[in-house]
């Protein structure tokens, strides 16, 4: 167990802070394949051997829903302030205070799509709702259908909707200016990803409920605020997720910018607002994991995640994405191995591999109460 973590690690050093020095002297002109299937489930099970205590970390937080009530409040509170602000001043807040309130609303929609709040999925899916209201489209719930898929098929092209268009990544290419572009406009990108995904069906009374609730308060703070606080939110919106350095988490999470490495984290002090989101590989790992713990499982398994390459900087990355031609969208990881996953399962490898030892015959005393401990932490 130990050994193989410290191959791991032999294995990923020379990708450790140098990121593409070893990758070929041009970009991509198409998606790299694998016949492997997703990493995160057989680190999961090698970590959970080496640090059984880790398990620990696995649990809800509904404490998380009061930074929800709060970011929205904030949100709203700004629009008041600004409705009769120039637009000048209104787009400076919306870049340095918007939208990181904004991004963090993502993260505590992301949240609530793998149900780390609340014990209940709906409780869950009605506070991501809420916090969806200040970014003006109705996303949370689209979001957690196809969000838990990407956990679950990683790199599957028909089922992974954070994988780039192929049309998307042709027209986009090496060129500064068009991945500026890509970034100003990727809400607008990831909109027409979905069609491709045809085996998921999305809509159901949940979604209905987003789409009725968000035209609802976009109506009220036109109609009540004024277009100068409409035109806020919907600034903080673009903001949060395309041409600032917030946008980068886009990239750091599944580029290959780090050779062999299809996730990677990002350590920087931006995770003190942006709720630890940066901690990506952990996430994967231990998505039961709630983003406040996030860290712990890095302090836990030093040998494993300080062996993979990360990053400290998202404007750093932000201006490497655009300028450096040997990065682009086709810069990503396919696989056709599903790993025999269910098309509806909710694939949470740790909380699997926990209930698997604890229910194993002649498992250790210790292992088997620290099993018990974090599969009932899992369901408050």
């Not at 904004?102 to 899916?125: D, K, Q």
């Not at 909109?191 to 609802?216: G, S």
């Not at 600032?244 to 995770?271: C, D, K, M």
């Not at 901690?279 to 983003?291: G, I, T």
């Amino acid at each position: 167990m130990i050994r193989s973590a410290l191959k791991e690690r032999s294995l990923l050093k020379t990708a450790h802070l140098t990121p593409i020095e070893e990758s070929a002297h041009k970009a991509p002109v198409e998606f790299s394949r694998s016949l492997l299937p997703e990493p995160h489930r057989a680190r999961t099970k090698r970590i959970l051997e080496c640090h059984p205590e880790v398990r620990l970390q696995i649990g809800k937080n509904p404490a998380t829903v009061w930074i929800v009530f709060g970011t929205v409040a904030l949100q709203i509170g700004l629009a008041v302030l600004l409705r009769s602000s120039p637009w000048w001043l209104i787009l400076a807040v919306a870049a340095l205070i918007g939208a990181f309130a904004n991004h963090a609303l993502w993260v505590l929609i992301h949240e609530c799509t793998h149900n780390l709040i609340f014990r209940s999925p709906g409780a869950n899916t009605a506070a991501g709702i809420l916090a969806n209201l200040p970014h003006i489209a109705p996303t949370s719930v689209m979001f957690q259908r196809y969000h838990l898929k990407h956990h679950a098929f990683q790199g599957v092209y028909e089922l992974d909707a954070d994988i780039p268009n192929e049309w998307e990544a042709k027209l986009v290419g090496t060129s500064p200016l068009r991945k500026a572009i890509w970034l100003l406009l990727f809400a607008f990108m990831q909109v027409t990803r979905p069609p491709r995904l045809r085996e998921i069906k999305p809509v159901d009374h949940w979604v209905v409920l987003n789409f009725a609730a968000q035209i609802a308060f976009d109506v009220g703070v036109w109609v009540f605020l004024g277009p100068g606080a409409f035109f806020y939110l919907l600034a903080s919106f673009f903001f949060s997720v395309g041409l600032h350095p917030l946008g980068a988490r886009w990239i750091q999470e599944h580029y290959l910018v780090f050779p062999g490495q299809e996730t990677t984290s990002y350590y920087g002090p931006l995770n003190k607002v942006a709720l630890n989101v940066g901690y990506h590989n952990e996430h994967h790992d231990f998505p039961s994991v709630p983003w406040n713990r996030l860290p712990e499982v890095t302090r836990i398994a030093p040998e494993v995640y300080d062996a993979l390459g990360s990053y400290r900087s998202w404007t750093g990355l932000l201006l490497r994405f655009i300028f450096d031609r040997h990065i682009s969208l086709f810069s990503r990881q396919l696989r056709q191995n599903r790993g025999r996953v269910a098309l509806d399962a909710e694939v949470k490898p740790d909380l699997d591999l926990v209930e698997s030892a604890r229910l194993q015959p002649g498992a250790p005393e210790g292992q088997s109460a620290s099993a018990s401990q974090a599969t009932s932490a899992a369901s408050f």
